[in-house]
C-alpha cells in the first residue's frame, strides 16, 4: 500500500482514483477544482480530500494527475499552492494528461531540480476504460521511477509501457490520437456508403469484422454510429484539443500529417453541427447532413 494524492476527478480521474482505494487499497487523498466533486468521492470511495493541490500532495509517495490541458497541469503542478510545492524528495508524479511534449519536458527538468521524479502518462481507453480499470498506458522519463509508479499504475491498467525519454508518453499519444482519428473517418465514411448503397449494416459488420476491416471502433461504436447517437464517450472538443497538440508537434518535428489535419477540420465542422460535447463517432453525422 501507498500513500498516493490523485489530482482531477473528470470523467477518467473520477473512476481511476477509485481504482486507487478500492482495488489497489491505497491510502488515497483527492484534489479537484471544484470541491463538491473531490466531496462526493470521499462519500463513496473513503480516503480523503484536499483543499489545494499543494495540500493533497504533502507527504504523499506518488501524486497523479488527470487535468485537461497545459495550462491547467500547470495550475496544478506549479506555484505556491501547486502540487510540486507540497512533494517531498523521492516522490513519484505522475501526469496522465493529455498535454504536449513540451510541457512534461519542461515539469520533468522543474521536478528533477526539486528533487522528486515526473513520468508523462497519458491514457487511451475512454470513460470505459477508466470506469473498468483497463486503461493503456503510454509513459516517458527514467526506468526506475517508472518502475516503482507502475506498480500503483496497474490499479487501472491493463498496459503499462515506459517508450523512452520525458515527453515520450505524450508522442505516443499523438501517434494513438492520429490512427483513431484516420479509423473513425474511415469507419464512418463505410457505414455512410453501405447505407447509401442499400446493405444491411448489421450483417455487413458482423461480416466484415472478421477480416481485415476490423477495429476497436468497429466493435464498439458501429451500432451507436450508424442509429446516430452520440451523447456519451470521448468528447469532440477533447479530440480537437489532441489533434492541435498533433499538429503542432507535427510543425516542430517536420512530420506531414495531411489526413489528421483534413479530419480536424471535419471534427471542426461537427462543433459547428452542436456536436461540441458528441462522441467521436459523430463524423458520420457530418456526412448524413
Keep these: 500500500m501507498a500513500k498516493v494524492a490523485f489530482l482531477g476527478l473528470g470523467v477518467m480521474g473520477y473512476p481511476m482514483a477509485g481504482h486507487l482505494k478500492n482495488k489497489g487499497g491505497h491510502d488515497v487523498t483527492v484534489y479537484n477544482r471544484t470541491g463538491a466533486k473531490a466531496e462526493k468521492w470521499v462519500t463513496q470511495h473513503g480516503g480523503k480530500s484536499a483543499p489545494t493541490p499543494k495540500d493533497a500532495a504533502t507527504g504523499q509517495d506518488f501524486v497523479m494527475a488527470c487535468v485537461g490541458n497545459d495550462n491547467d497541469l500547470r495550475e496544478v503542478t506549479l506555484g505556491a499552492n501547486g502540487a510540486f510545492a507540497g512533494m517531498k524528495k523521492g516522490t513519484v508524479f505522475v501526469d496522465h494528461t493529455t498535454a504536449s511534449a513540451e510541457i512534461a519536458r519542461e515539469l520533468h527538468a522543474a521536478a528533477t531540480k526539486a528533487g522528486f521524479a ?47 525519454t520525458p515527453g515520450a508518453g505524450q508522442l505516443a499519444k499523438m501517434v494513438n490520437q492520429i490512427c483513431i482519428a484516420g479509423l473513425v473517418q474511415g469507419l464512418a465514411e463505410g457505414i455512410h456508403f453501405a447505407k447509401q448503397a442499400g446493405l444491411d449494416v448489421e450483417k455487413l459488420i458482423a461480416t466484415i469484422s472478421k477480416g ?66 458528441w462522441d467521436t463517432s459523430s463524423l458520420i453525422a457530418r456526412l448524413e447532413r
Excluded: H
Design 118 to 164: 515526473f513520468i508523462d502518462a497519458p491514457v487511451s481507453g475512454g470513460q470505459a476504460g477508466a470506469e473498468n480499470g483497463v486503461l493503456t498506458v503510454m509513459c516517458g522519463g527514467e526506468a526506475e521511477p517508472f518502475g516503482r509508479a507502475e506498480k500503483v499504475i496497474a490499479s487501472y491498467a491493463r498496459a503499462c509501457n515506459l517508450l523512452g
Design 212 to 277: 481485415a476491416a476490423q477495429s476497436w471502433q468497429m466493435e464498439n461504436r458501429y451500432k451507436t454510429m450508424n442509429a446516430g447517437k452520440f451523447d456519451f464517450g470521448f468528447a469532440v472538443d477533447w479530440m480537437r484539443k489532441d489533434l492541435g497538440i498533433c499538429l503542432s508537434e507535427a510543425r516542430r518535428n517536420g512530420a506531414n500529417l495531411p489526413i489528421t489535419a483534413l479530419i480536424d477540420q471535419f471534427y471542426s465542422e461537427v462543433q459547428k453541427m452542436g456536436g461540441k460535447r
